[in-house]
């Protein structure tokens, strides 16, 4: 495995099975009371400059389980937030701590802090990508279905950072993934020509229902992401329709489970019937936040 996490597409299908399978021991440790204290006298810095109620509350948690130390740092307050350079950060923060996870906007301050910092990087979330989220769906799909061959995966609504993450890594474990979206609210071009290399198993078309035929996982996610409140009314007009809804799950197979990255909009992206109907699995899949993320600060910071 590399020494950062910035995107899905730095994992190798063997590094995610490694991955899925620590977290799924990590999970039943901590299930049956058993001490998995990996990370004794490390410290994770978790820089934020977008809201977070799952991507903080997991790591913070789980840093703790594993024995080590969270700090959480609000941009905010850091100077960071006052123009002080990424480079100049990412050399001073490497100084004192063990890992740093960052939620920003671009994907080049990751990246930015990778190359100037010392420390391994987790991207916590950016407007590309959010692979630990990502990671916890294919744990989750893992847990209801078994295995990833044979199956497809569906994603309706919006190319955004989850769309692209979805791609590349649905792709990447060996299943079929077909996204719906509007013309004008594609996924990214890199994820389109990464795709390419999967020759049958991707398909982008602008029709849900078509998308989700014989699906075996749905998923969806909000049509405004953050930073793109401003944007709310033009994209309610343009993802109206682009709904997972009993129309779209009649399409899927009768066993479909459907995920949610959350947070969700009821009525929006995902009928309220739909999102309880398949509560369990999206509550499963929050909770495997954890999980995941804890694998991989064991793989990153140990
Ligand atoms: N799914 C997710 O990343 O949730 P938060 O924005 O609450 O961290
Ligand atoms: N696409 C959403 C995901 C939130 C976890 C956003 O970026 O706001």
Redesign the pocket.
Known sequence: MKKHLLKMADLTRDDIIELLNLADQLKYELKHGISHRHLEGKTLGMIFQKSSTRTRVSFETGMYQLGGNALFLSSKDLQIGRGEPVEDTARVLSRYLDGIMIRTFEQKEVEDLAEYGSIPIING?TDYC?PC?VLADLMTIREYKGQFDGLKMTYIGDG???ANSLIVGGLTVGMKVSVACPEGYHPDRSVLDFAKGFEGMFELTDSPVGAAKDADVIFT??WA??GQEGEAQIRKKAFAGYQVNDEVMSAARQDAIVQH??PAHREEEITAKVFEAHADEIFDEAENRLHAQKAVMVRLLK
Do not use: A, G, K
Request: hydrophobic fraction near 40%.
């Open positions: 979330l959010h989220q955004n950072n989850m996610d909000v992401s953050m990255c959350l």
